[in-house]
């Protein structure tokens, strides 16, 4: 889409992508509707009529970073074996357990990415119940699977997913709930869902709060020479989406690491010049993460902590940006986004970027090959 394309169909604001995380709450809020729940415990009782052994989820991108998420959610409300892959790689290095007793989740969010419509098909062929989770109903690929789980909001204008990530993990959460319902687990069912119904009022109190401090710390990180995002277990979703939206805002180099990887190696390239952004929700690593921050400031890197408002590790950095507490560690990627996609925003504005188009209306982009490398499917 042509720069000027966008500006005539801007109303609210000068940008798609800011509309979008504002009401990203109201969106998540929709799947408590009746008809959304329908939908929802639809697919669920044919997932639990398949019985089946194992859960496969992919994506690419952002859609393999909420598969990510999601299969965390899967093995502990669920307790079936849910495994994430990157679409190329489960493609091209299929586990010998993708059978007939599998179902396979496809995170696409245009569900036109290549090589989507061909994986439901190879599924298919070897007999794996298919999911399609996307925001795009008339995709050859959702006319591929055998159940969508369709978002309620569109297919994004700009080209960050924020909705479009927080929106597929949230509802993938409802129905893993809704499977756990259905197998007998009703206690636990009815306790995750009251945490979950909590998620979308949790995001709107943040974003309308801390969107002025956040401008600030972009303001006050403008001048770091690269990122990492530090993480573990079902935040390292959180932990590499944030680094490639920082990517995308600051034209820097931006990495997700798991806590005790960065120890291993990469901190030896720590420095004053760099920045340390540690997601740590309440959890048996959140501990490790407060004193990774510690030492990282001790070297003279700059540090920011995300952390639940009760937790003591927010005062092991130099910045801090309290989340609400009280969320289970695997809801927390759906809610843990919402800095970054902020952060993402502030730095595009400051580095005058198109926070919508990124680089893609960049002349040498337009004639690099990208757009071909990315249509082809190897």
């Not at 892959?85 to 993708?98: A, Q």
């Not at 929700?281 to 540090?303: E, L």
Request: proline share 6%; aromatic share 10%.
């Amino acid at each position: 889409m042509k720069e000027n394309e966008m500006k005539e169909k801007r109303t609210k604001h000068p940008y798609f992508i800011y509309e979008t995380i504002m009401n990203t709450p109201e969106i998540l809020s929709s799947w408590f509707e009746d008809a959304n729940t329908k939908r929802i415990d639809s697919i669920a009782e044919q997932m639990v009529r398949f019985k089946p052994n194992n859960l496969f989820l992919s994506g690419t991108g952002s859609s393999y970073m909420a598969s990510l998420a999601q299969s965390f959610v899967f093995n502990e409300i669920v307790k079936i074996p849910a495994t994430a892959y990157v679409r190329s790689e489960l493609m091209t290095y299929m586990p010998i357990n993708f059978d007939k007793r599998s179902i396979l989740f496809l995170n696409t969010h245009s569900g036109k990415s290549p090589g989507d419509e061909e994986l439901i098909k190879i599924a298919k062929d070897r007999g794996l119940y298919t999911i399609g989770v996307s925001d795009n109903p008339d995709s050859p690929f959702a006319k591929t699977a055998d159940s969508l789980l369709i978002g309620n909001d569109g297919i994004k204008k700009e080209m960050p997913a924020t909705r479009t990530y927080s929106s597929a993990m949230f509802r993938v959460i409802l129905l893993a709930i809704s499977c756990a319902r259905k197998l007998g687990f009703s206690k636990v069912a009815d306790e995750y869902e009251e945490k979950a119904r909590d998620i979308p009022v949790l995001m709107k109190k943040f974003l309308n709060e801390f969107e002025s401090p956040i401008k600030q710390i972009a303001r006050d990180l403008h001048e770091q020479s690269s990122f990492f995002i530090i993480s573990s277990g079902p935040n390292m979703s959180t932990a590499y989406e944030g680094a490639m939206g920082l990517t995308q805002g600051t034209g820097l180099p931006t990495a997700g690491y798991n806590v005790d990887e960065y120890l291993h190696g990469p901190v030896q390239a720590l420095s004053k010049e760099k920045c340390i952004i540690s997601v740590a929700p309440q959890s048996p690593m959140q501990k490790r993460m407060g004193n990774f921050s510690k030492v990282a400031r001790n070297i003279g890197a700059k540090t920011v902590m995300i952390a639940p408002s009760d937790s003591d590790v927010l005062h092991d950095a130099e910045i801090n940006i309290p989340m609400p507490a009280g969320i289970p560690e695997i809801f927390t990627p759906v809610l843990y986004c919402a800095p970054f996609w902020l952060l993402g925003y502030y730095f595009s504005i400051l580095n005058e970027f198109d926070p919508d188009t990124l680089s893609m209306e960049k002349e040498n982009f337009k004639n690099s090959g990208l757009q071909e490398l990315k249509k082809a499917i190897y």
